[in-house]
């Protein structure tokens, strides 16, 4: 397969990937009206494609494939670092809504069957 049939490829297949890094890159873009949760998690899918595209530039040049492996797996010990940790976050800040909640609206628990305040 030619190069140029390669590349045509590729650049195909990163402009088809735009409904993912297009709302990464608003989330990250929107700062602080965004929960970190979701700023980590789109941070992990622009390093995703980032690291998807230096990698397939790579092997579209005459470099040793040690280098492109090793970008690769840089690439993506980056972006399951950023995903575990929005995922950690995603977990703390519902914690935290639920907290809130509970205060606004506290759970009254009923008494056991057949029981009533009455009785007691």
Known sequence: MSHGVLAVGVVAFFASGNVWYLPAYVDLRA????PRSRRLAAAAVLTGWGSAT???LLLLT????ATVALVAVAGTTAVVSLAVQA???RGQERREVEDCWSALFP???AGPVGTSEDEQ
Do not use: Q
């Open 31 to 34: 700062g602080r009206d965004r």
């Open 54 to 56: 230096l990698t397939l």
């Open 62 to 65: 005459p470099v040793a494939p």
């Open 87 to 89: 995922w950690l976050r």
């Open 107 to 109: 759970v009254r628990t």
